[in-house]
């Protein structure tokens, strides 16, 4: 505990608040806006943290991370259009109550809901990454390489809707993580005579491609979205009301927090269940989608709750369970830190700092959310023509400045462009960057382990954590299987 109170002051640093702020402002804004997402925001951010400190980037993304999943409870509201995939179960309610002329009431529930959910989460970080990191502190070259399996399949199987789709696109991913000089050989490998990319493909301009680039290429594609007229109406909520969600945020953050640190789930997951399960537990379930706020409250909650959760196993770890994750990773792997059990002891300031920042952004998106309100509902006015060539002049100008080489540019916008025919194919773009990050570690891993026993494969089974790890892996690919099998088996 002594660890983790030693990140508070350097998270209360001028530059550390001030990026808090302006990431957590931003945040809601992108989260306002359909079709903009937490992934995107970051993904335009990340050339941009070359030049910052740790704690400024990472407090910024931790304030957009918290901020975007409220901010996509306003469209969800006013419009019925959720602002992120997560908002999707805030619009069973929040949209009935909006039409019945308590748009501002709507709009508290979920900004309070969504405060408890991202403090909860964060109390869950400080509280499990520490043990956790002593645990990975045990594990070796064996461990580590089914780590990376685990994370691989976990997140191809689970993430996508068809399990060949996800498996194909970690697979591409993989690819573009060998591409470059062989580090125990020193052998080239997949550069294809392109001078540029044999010292390996930059992550950032790998992520900022594939997150930001698609959704400005699918607005350019559509001619709907923005200059909507969405009011806030009706009196807001009182503060002596919020003490009747507290049974709702506590059961819906412990769900949130269960989904988020499990690889390749997500806050639309968390939202949907956990709104199941508190219309299970009501006496009454009949006003659910009809403008109940326990509906609000649970979604709104339950999302949030798993933003700081899900990056447990990536700064224990070195595992990052979604996109949003492998960005903050991506972010981390620029300023120099490596995510795993070394961060914890090398750069603890950091570390501990950055799980402070992921609390600290929840009071400062309550703060916002409360007196930037009309602000907010005003983005929702912003036509898609307009923030499509801004994306893709803002992604350009920043890789530029990242990398001061016109074939970034280039080879950002190829990213881009793949990215968004992968997508309209069905093909998840998540598990791309997850290949690209665990392909390498589960290489080096491999070679590592072989080393070390002399070519012995027994070696890879050798240990008590392997053999979970394994049977974890056996288990989710079972998992596809077992729903075809359940699906074709007649009823009754």
Known sequence: MIEVLS?????????????????????????????????????????????????????????????????????????????????????????????????????HIALVSSTAGSIISALALMVIAPPLVTLALKFGPTEY???????????????????????????????????????????????????????????????????????????????????????????????????????????????????????????NLAGILSYAEEKRAARDSSRFGKGDPRGIAASECANNADNASSLIPTLALGVPGNSVAALMMGAMLIQGLNPGPA???????????????????????????????????????????LLAPMILIICSLGTYASTNAMADVWLMLGFGVTGYVLSRSGYPIAPIVLGAILGPMAESSFRQALLISRGDPLSFVSSPISIVLVVAILAILALPLLRRRKTQTPAG
């Open 7 to 107: 990140g508070l002051p350097h998270a209360l640093l001028v530059d550390s608040i001030l990026a808090m702020i302006v990431g957590t402002a931003a945040g809601i804004l992108v989260g306002a806006i359909p079709g903009l997402t937490a992934t995107l925001a970051m993904a335009l951010l990340l050339p941009f943290t070359y030049t910052m400190s740790p704690l400024v980037a990472l407090g910024m993304m931790a304030g957009i991370y918290n901020g975007s999943m409220y901010g996509g409870a306003i469209p969800a509201i006013l419009m019925r259009i959720p602002g992120t995939p997560s908002a999707v179960a805030t619009t069973f309610d929040g949209y009935p109550l909006a039409q019945a002329g308590r748009a501002k009431y709507a709009l």
């Open 145 to 267: 390489f089914w780590v990376a399996i685990f994370g691989l399949t976990s997140v191809s199987l689970l993430l996508a809707g068809a399990p060949a789709k996800g498996l194909a696109s970690a697979m591409i991913g993989v690819a573009v993580g060998l591409v470059g000089m062989d580090m125990m050989t020193g052998a080239e490998r997949l550069v294809f005579g392109v001078r540029h990319i044999a010292g390996g493909v930059d992550l950032a301009v790998m992520l900022t491609g594939l997150f930001a680039i698609p959704p400005a290429l699918a607005m350019l594609a559509s001619s709907s979205g923005g200059s909507s007229r969405a009011d806030l109406t009706g009196a807001g909520l009182k503060l002596r009301e919020t003490v009747t969600f507290a049974r709702t945020w506590l059961r819906s953050g412990v769900i949130g927090v269960i989904i988020g640190i499990m690889p390749g789930a997500g806050g």
């Open 343 to 385: 961060l914890f002891s090398q750069h603890a300031d950091v570390v501990y700092g950055f799980m402070w920042q992921m609390l600290l952004t929840a009071f400062m998106m309550l703060g916002l959310g409360l007196v930037g309100a009309k602000l907010f509902v005003n983005m929702l006015r912003i036509p898609a023509a």
